[in-house]
């Protein structure tokens, strides 16, 4: 354990941590009516770059992209219940046309949606660059967090120290 506060890339380093095994994000974009909309999607980086990016591959015709290209301002969502971890990353989403990283990224489980392959016309790679995220990840175990809540009801004061909480800003 550490005496002084998380530095930054302590932070950055515990963000990728936690979401790089959940894998599926709910990705909330923003419709041309307004509405919010959530859709889960399989996130293709194996670790976290300079870049400081969560990259995705979606089909152009769909209508995340069309939502992406009138508003690019996004969040993911990441959960994982059994380990009690949560995550919300906001930032800026656009289309990238790195056929290296198209490459890098390719797998069979993208393969499945885009049979003609990196050069298949409705693929698009999308980079969400990270501007601010926030995780709880949660330590206690499940009889100690019914207890801190409990006593929580009993007391008036909101439970503490069920786990850690973090935030993280992207310096851009």
Same mark, same amino acid.
């Given at each position: 354990?550490?005496?002084?506060?998380?530095?930054?890339?302590?932070?950055?380093?515990?963000?990728?941590?936690?979401? !790089?095994?959940?894998?599926?994000? *709910?990705?909330?974009? =923003?419709?041309?009516?307004?509405?919010?909309?959530?859709?889960?999607?399989?996130?293709?980086?194996?670790?976290?770059?300079?870049?400081?990016? *969560?990259?995705?591959?979606?089909?152009?015709? /769909?209508?995340?992209?069309?939502?992406?290209?009138?508003?690019? @301002? +996004?969040?993911?969502?990441?959960?994982?219940?059994?380990?009690?971890?949560? +995550?919300?990353?906001?930032?800026?989403?656009?289309?990238?046309?790195?056929?290296?990283?198209? =490459?890098?990224?390719?797998?069979?489980?993208?393969?499945?949606?885009?049979? =003609?392959?990196?050069?298949?016309?409705?693929?698009?790679?999308? @980079?969400?660059?990270?501007?601010?995220?926030?995780?709880?990840? +949660?330590?206690?175990? !499940?009889?100690? @967090?019914?207890?801190?809540?409990?006593?929580?009801?009993?007391? /008036?004061?909101?439970?503490?120290?069920?786990?850690?909480?973090? !935030? +993280?800003?992207?310096?851009?």
């Amino acid at each position: 354990m550490t005496d002084h506060p998380p530095t930054d890339a302590e932070r950055r380093s515990k963000l990728w941590s936690l979401i !790089k095994d959940i894998r599926i994000g *709910l990705l909330t974009t =923003q419709h041309s009516n307004g509405h919010l909309h959530s859709r889960p999607m399989t996130l293709q980086n194996q670790d976290l770059h300079e870049d400081e990016s *969560l990259w995705f591959f979606m089909s152009r015709s /769909g209508d995340p992209f069309g939502d992406i290209v009138a508003s690019p @301002q +996004v969040n993911v969502a990441f959960a994982d219940r059994d380990d009690d971890t949560y +995550v919300s990353v906001s930032g800026t989403a656009g289309l990238s046309e790195d056929r290296t990283r198209r =490459q890098q990224l390719w797998n069979k489980a993208a393969e499945a949606w885009f049979p =003609q392959g990196i050069d298949d016309p409705d693929l698009a790679l999308v @980079q969400v660059r990270i501007s601010h995220a926030s995780y709880w990840d +949660v330590k206690s175990s !499940k009889l100690m @967090q019914l207890y801190a809540m409990a006593k929580s009801a009993v007391t /008036g004061k909101p439970p503490a120290e069920l786990g850690e909480t973090g !935030k +993280v800003r992207m310096d851009r």
